[in-house]
């Protein structure tokens, strides 16, 4: 092989490489969108990106692993949270800890305790940012993200008292059972 063809076969293959390497670059960078200073939120959306990335997307996260395509989503594409509104934050802790809405894919309890409240305050607030405007609904953004109380703030105001209750996560699961579940005397036989 002359000695042109060699030079010219060698820059176009480092020109090849380089164009290669630019494009992988571009892949994988993104961050999440969330500022530190943000606390919680932020919290909430490093987890989220931890633990949600595979099948959800939302921006603020960096995650994209919702399907963009319906003919080619696989059955465990969760919603795109960039387009789903998801509020109030109560609905996404439901959905945190029962696995969803149907139960059939999603881990329940997928995150807990101090951390499912941040995933569920994160995505309250960022979900449904670029949802299209339909007419007569109202944009996601409009609507009340909502508040979680602390199992503590739960039992004072379930109470009506103004001295804080201590309460653990264990009594309170057994008094949300024991609420749930009729007793003897009301059942009909």
Do not use: W
Not at 103 to 117: D, E, K, L, R, S
Not at 150 to 179: F, M
């Amino acid at each position: 092989m002359r000695r042109s063809a060699k030079r010219l076969l060698s820059v176009s293959a480092l020109i090849t490489a380089a164009i290669s390497l630019a494009a992988c670059a571009s892949f994988g960078t993104q961050r999440i969108g969330v500022p530190k200073s943000k606390g919680a939120l932020h919290e909430g959306a490093v987890l989220f990106n931890q633990r949600c990335s595979g099948c959800h997307t939302l921006s603020y996260a960096a995650t994209s692993g919702s399907a963009l395509n319906v003919r080619t989503a696989e059955y465990n594409n969760g919603p795109n949270f960039n387009q789903r509104c998801e509020r109030p934050v109560t609905r996404v802790l439901y959905a945190i800890e029962n696995g969803g809405f149907s139960g059939a894919i999603m881990p329940q309890n997928v995150v807990v305790g101090q951390q499912a409240t941040d995933v569920a305050e994160f995505v309250a607030t960022y979900a449904g940012r670029q949802a299209p405007r339909i007419p007569g609904q109202t944009p996601c953004q409009q609507k009340a993200i909502g508040t979680l109380l602390g199992i503590a703030q739960q039992a004072t105001a379930a109470t009506g008292s103004t001295t804080p209750t201590t309460t653990t996560a264990a009594t309170h699961a057994v008094a949300k059972k024991a609420a749930a579940v009729p007793s003897k005397a009301k059942r009909k036989p």
